[in-house]
């Protein structure tokens, strides 16, 4: 029975992996390279930003949208 229990755990792992890595191709497949106006607009603000990240303190900063006046909540981690 162990042996058979073995082979069970290695065909339900390397299904599991299948869906994984289908899952992974199909994310990719969405990714969009950015158009050349957004890319030199990113890296217009890239110095900037860059500069503000270090002076961050808090692990989830507030960020305010200009446009909206809205704040939000980030994890530091996701800005970089």
């Not at 969009?32 to 890319?39: I, L």
């Not at 961050?56 to 909206?68: D, G, Q, R």
């Amino acid at each position: 029975m162990g042996k058979k229990l073995t082979e069970l755990h290695i065909i339900v792992s390397f299904n599991i992996a299948l869906a994984l890595m289908d899952t992974a191709m199909e994310q990719l497949k969405n990714l969009k390279e950015p158009f050349e106006e957004e890319q030199k607009t990113a890296m217009e603000s890239y110095d900037a930003l860059t500069a503000a990240l270090k002076e961050l303190s808090s692990k989830n900063p507030e960020i305010e949208v200009e446009e909206t006046r809205e704040k939000i909540k980030i994890p530091l981690k996701a800005l970089y």
